[in-house]
């Protein structure tokens, strides 16, 4: 069965132990920054969850609205900056950063929900010296025996965990943007995130930081949860948007990403689908059938988006 291809990225180390939060954790300042594309309603209910953060002296949460036009919101204990000039999340990360002047910046997607402690789990222990990004845990959002075939599906397969990226190995692993720390000073040498593309921006700002001779750690402890696709378009759409990405990162990273030809492709998915069917009728598995079903539409999503889309997008 070939490797589903992903955008690549490198280096890892391998990840902590999970453990309480400590109360005395001694950490440096953190800029929370989280890109975010929306309604009125989706936003503030962003904004409710990132107030729950636990907050020192020195620290900032920061909401970058990244749509057309600004949206409208009231006051709050958590601004947001409109930074809808480039349509990329990487365009509203860098615009957030700037605003921010902490030791380090947090990276987190909009349909994530953190605990409180985050902050102290990403210090706890103490980074080396050298170490560029960590790597925090992504948690795809758990669902019933009985959910909806995609959502089902996101929490079988663990579509956002770190694992899909770090699995690449020693060279290519690399953690997502969904949840992970940076170094301000790393992120400033090598000029932050690539704006103009659409995906892949977090492989290929971890290849830079490696190149500049940054580490990456990880920190599984750190963790947020990922809100599932519900939706089958929801799934393909971020898929070949992945797919775009991996191209991209292919043609500028000659070997980072694993590819397979299309026949090759297309043989696995058939022998997925019709081998898993019978799996799932031999064990009467509900499970075994998503997967069945749903594994190859996400390989071919993702090749799709490779063939065919540009990972590359304008400023508005």
């Known amino acids: 069965m070939p490797t589903l291809p992903?955008?690549?990225?490198?280096?890892?180390?391998?990840?902590?132990?999970?453990?309480?939060?400590?109360?005395a954790v001694q950490r440096p300042s953190v800029d929370v920054i989280v890109p975010f594309k929306g309604s009125p309603a989706a936003l503030a209910d962003l904004r409710r969850r990132l107030g729950g953060l636990s907050l020192r002296p020195g620290d900032t949460a920061l909401v970058v609205d990244n749509g057309p036009d600004p949206v409208p919101v009231p006051d709050g204990p958590v601004p947001v900056h409109w930074a809808g000039q480039v349509p990329t999340p990487a365009?509203?990360?860098?615009?957030?950063?700037?605003?921010?002047?902490?030791?380090?910046?947090?990276?987190?997607?909009?349909?994530?929900?953190?605990?409180?402690?985050?902050?102290?789990?990403?210090?706890?222990?103490?980074?080396?010296?050298?170490?560029?990004?960590?790597?925090?845990?992504?948690?795809?959002?758990?669902?019933?025996?009985?959910?909806?075939?995609?959502?089902?599906?996101?929490?079988?397969?663990?579509?956002?965990?770190q694992e899909q990226t770090f699995d690449f190995g020693d060279r290519w692993g690399y953690p997502k943007t969904a949840n992970v720390?940076?170094?301000?000073?790393?992120?400033?040498?090598?000029?932050g995130f690539t704006e103009q593309i659409r995906a892949a921006e977090d492989a290929d700002l971890t290849y830079r930081l490696r190149a500049a001779g940054w580490e990456v750690e990880r920190r599984e402890h750190a963790s947020v949860v990922h809100s599932s696709r519900t939706t089958l378009r929801g799934l393909v759409v971020q898929q070949a948007l992945w797919g775009a990405g991996g191209a991209w990162v292919a043609k500028r990273y000659p070997g980072s990403v694993p590819l397979v030809?299309?026949?090759?492709?297309?043989?696995?998915?058939?022998?997925?689908?019709?081998?898993?069917?019978a799996r799932a009728v031999r064990e009467r598995s509900r499970d075994a059938a998503i997967m069945a079903v749903m594994r190859p539409v996400e390989a071919l999503a993702w090749e799709f988006g490779r063939r065919l889309l540009s990972n590359e997008r304008e400023a508005r």
């Open 181 to 191: 720390a940076c170094r301000r000073a790393a992120f400033e040498q090598v000029g």
């Open 261 to 277: 030809n299309q026949a090759s492709l297309l043989r696995w998915a058939l022998s997925t689908t019709f081998g898993g069917f």
């Open 91 to 161: 365009f509203a990360r860098n615009a957030g950063a700037r605003r921010g002047s902490a030791d380090w910046l947090v990276f987190c997607d909009a349909d994530t929900n953190a605990p409180p402690g985050l902050l102290d789990h990403y210090f706890d222990p103490p980074p080396a010296a050298r170490t560029g990004l960590i790597g925090g845990g992504v948690l795809d959002e758990p669902v019933p025996a009985d959910a909806g075939v995609v959502a089902r599906y996101g929490h079988l397969r663990g579509v956002m965990s």
């Open 6 to 23: 992903h955008p690549a990225g490198v280096r890892s180390v391998p990840p902590g132990v999970d453990r309480p939060r400590l109360p």
